[in-house]
């Protein structure tokens, strides 16, 4: 038994060693940093806000997440929040931020109202911002009923709107042919337009000679399924409807197709990769 003993308290005391010596290893090393996904060299920072315009029935809460994200990466700095009353009066909240790139939410309290109502309310808001604040420049960023009110500004009010310059679009799984399905390829519909135009559709290629010429537009579809489908509520056709329109007049363009479950219509502002897509677009050059 003493023997048995001894051996078990040697087997113990090595046993007791390397654990010591791990955990002392462990000690000694280096913390892993959690770094951004970006660094500031590699982002050109401005004093040029990007507006943020939420969907049919959004709310504070869109675009909460993808600003934190934005702001957490270095990719901006979010400033305040505007928030447009039925009247067209703004509000104001939050602290204004100038510079490092700033982010701007803009918030409809009527949330269901038309596209060219909400159109007027974006005029108004770039007026606010020139009166207050003195802005040449913006971003236009929507989601979804978002971007089709940012379309219908630019192309109805783009040149004479206002005194404010569009610097960049982007916009996040927007229905420009309405609900409409086409089961054709996205070249065919990029070549020819869709199949069946929606009255929106129409009367954007009838006024896109408003447009703001030269400048930078990103499209970002979703697709569950990655068959061209759609994201679980707008056909994926319906959001390259526009490749038609920037294909005909000739101006600066990019589409992008985001595939999977993350691509879903109400998920689409929570995707890491579209948080890429719209950060290099916007800031990296």
């Not at 060219?116 to 009923?145: D, P």
């Not at 390829?185 to 009367?203: D, M, N, S, W």
């Not at 056909?235 to 490749?243: D, E, F």
């Amino acid at each position: 038994m003493k023997v048995k003993s001894v051996k078990t308290l040697v087997l113990l005391g090595l046993v007791c060693g390397v654990v010591l010596v791990a955990c002392s290893v462990k000690k000694n090393q280096p913390e892993a940093q959690v770094t951004p996904e970006t660094t500031e060299e590699s982002i050109k920072k401005s004093n040029v806000p990007t507006l943020f315009f939420h969907g049919y029935k959004g709310t504070l809460l869109t675009f909460n997440g993808m600003l934190q994200r934005l702001s957490r990466n270095e990719y901006g700095e979010r400033s305040v929040t505007l928030t447009v009353s039925p009247t067209g009066d703004i509000t104001e909240d939050g602290k204004w931020t100038s510079e490092g790139n700033p982010m701007i939410q803009v918030i409809f309290e009527d949330n269901t109202n038309q596209e060219w109502q909400q159109a007027e309310w974006i005029q108004r808001v770039l007026e606010y911002l020139s009166e207050t604040y003195q802005t040449k420049q913006v971003n236009l960023l929507g989601h979804s009923m978002g971007g089709v009110s940012i379309m219908r500004y630019l192309a109805n009010f783009g040149i004479d709107g206002s005194d404010v310059t569009i610097r960049k679009v982007v916009t996040i799984g927007s229905p420009f042919n309405d609900f409409n399905e086409d089961d054709r390829e996205l070249a065919e519909i990029a070549k020819t337009g869709p199949q069946v135009p929606a009255p929106r559709f129409v009367e954007y290629d009838d006024n896109f000679s408003k447009f703001p010429q030269g400048v930078p537009y990103l499209n970002i579809a979703g697709d569950i399924d990655g068959d061209n489908g759609s994201d679980g509520t707008v056909p994926v056709a319906s959001v390259a409807a526009l490749n038609y329109l920037f294909e005909k007049y000739q101006l600066p363009y990019e589409f992008v197709k985001v595939d999977g479950k993350t691509a879903q219509h109400s998920a689409l502002h929570e995707n890491r990769k579209v948080d890429k897509l719209v950060a290099e677009f916007l800031w990296k050059d």
